[in-house]
């Protein structure tokens, strides 16, 4: 099944009010900017915000609402249509200007809020995993950043020290 099956779950999750603002982020929200990529799950970054009379934030409406429904859990994944799906919280001010910016897309006819290539790649160079920085090279050989954009972005988020260190390792 396709990604638009998880696209149609989770617009029907905000206009229900079980999520407020997503966005796709992760390897699933760079295909839409670069060639397709082999991932095991979806990255829906949303907004959780602590249940009344609580300091906690949990995803447990999403996950009770979801189960209700007849999707089931896989460790930290909810599988809908087949793709391990993992609900994040936007928990750092990266991520929150990422999820504030996002942008909408179309998949087959259905709007999907996905992160800009700028966000993206910050986000893949904030976590640093080997796969996170080729993700970062793709986009560049790719030109699909806006260098300006992506130093502001780093800038803003103290990144700029991550992005001068990739340049060293993979680009002079």
């Known amino acids: 099944m396709g990604v638009k099956e998880v696209i149609e779950t989770i617009n029907r999750m905000q206009s229900g009010g079980v999520i407020e603002r997503y966005a796709i982020g992760g390897a699933v929200g760079a295909t839409f900017y670069l060639e397709p990529v082999a991932t095991l799950d979806v990255d ?3 907004e959780f ?3 009344p009379g609580s300091h906690i934030v949990s995803p447990e409406h999403i996950f009770k609402h979801l189960r209700e429904r007849g999707y089931k859990m896989e460790v930290e994944y909810v599988i809908i249509a087949d793709w391990p799906v ?3 919280p936007a928990g750092t001010p990266l991520l929150q200007e990422a999820l504030a910016t996002a ?3 179309d998949v087959e006819g259905t709007p999907v809020r996905v992160f800009t290539p700028e966000h993206i790649a910050a986000v893949a160079l904030e976590t640093g995993r080997a796969k996170d920085k080729a993700r970062v090279l793709q ?3 790719a030109g699909a950043l806006d260098p300006e954009r992506l130093k502001e972005i780093l800038a803003r988020h103290g990144l700029s020290g991550q992005w001068e260190k990739f ?5 002079k």
């Not at 340049?167 to 680009?171: A, G, K, L, P, V």
């Open 44 to 46: 829906v970054f949303v």
């Open 49 to 51: 915000h602590a249940e």
């Open 86 to 88: 993992q609900f994040l």
């Open 103 to 105: 942008v909408e897309k």
């Open 139 to 141: 986009f560049i050989e």
């Open 167 to 171: 340049e060293r390792q993979f680009i």
